[in-house]
């Protein structure tokens, strides 16, 4: 059983599209990450998220954190083939103090064509 | 360049041998973490290391063997794997512990492992 599933796991697009990602979950996080990772690389964090409701933006991306803190979503306008990647979001998804497990999601693979 | 140097990038190895993956950070950050990517599975947590003391072991197989000399240093070492052991090893770093204050995770590159 997965405890954060992202979906689509797949996603082929056109340039200048716009898409989103989704990571959902049963359980409440404390904070949830979203990272990109290119072929041959290891993942770049994105963005954390912490409170509940909060957008962030970075500048075709926006990030959702849903008021319950259980789901994500991960938007970008206009997307380039720079963007191609695996998508990957990350929580903590114990409340207190017991840090360090952080637990990813599945992935979503994304292909932007010029 | 994010900070952390893994070696070696690509490491292909019999069921019978021993070898070691390296990871080290430049950042100044005081948690260290390996994980292991499989395709089509999430990434799993393996060892997290904190000030060089051993915090948590996900229920990994003692064929692993994890080393943290000093909080810029950790090895993984090899022996006796199996070809499902084929993967590719990230190790990470932190400020902090993972989902908590500066809990952010600066990647390497990965170590490509093939058992044969």
Not at chain 1, 11 to 28: A, D, F, K, M
Not at chain 1, 45 to 66: H, N, S, Y
Not at chain 2, 56 to 81: D, I, K, Q, Y
Request: a neutral charge; one cysteine or more; aromatic letters at 10%.
């Amino acid at each position: 059983t997965q405890l954060l599933e992202q979906s689509p796991q797949f996603l082929s697009i056109q340039e200048g599209e716009n898409l989103t990602v989704y990571c959902n979950s049963s359980s409440v996080f404390s904070s949830l990450q979203w990272y990109r990772q290119e072929p041959g690389e290891g993942p770049v964090l994105l963005v954390t998220v912490v409170t509940g409701g909060e957008v962030k933006k970075l500048k075709r991306l926006t990030f959702q954190f849903g008021d319950a803190r259980k789901d994500s979503s991960l938007h970008i306008t206009a997307a380039q083939p720079g963007d191609t990647g695996l998508y990957l979001c990350a929580g903590d998804l114990v409340v207190g103090t017991s840090y360090g497990k952080l637990t990813f999601g599945q992935g979503t693979i994304l292909t932007v064509h010029p | 360049e994010t900070g952390v140097t893994q070696t070696p990038r690509h490491l292909v190895m019999g069921m019978t041998n021993k070898k070691s993956l390296k990871c080290e950070q430049h950042l100044g950050h005081n948690a260290m973490y390996w994980y292991k990517q499989s395709a089509k599975k999430p990434l799993e947590l393996m060892f997290v290391y904190n000030f060089k003391e051993q915090t948590e072991n996900n229920s990994v197989p003692s064929r692993f063997s994890p080393e943290c000399p000093n909080s810029s240093h950790l090895f993984l070492h090899l022996h006796t794997l199996q070809p499902e052991d084929s993967a590719l090893y990230l190790c990470a770093s932190s400020l902090g512990l993972a989902g908590g204050p500066g809990g952010e995770l600066f990647f390497g590159e990965g170590s490509r492992l093939t058992v044969l």
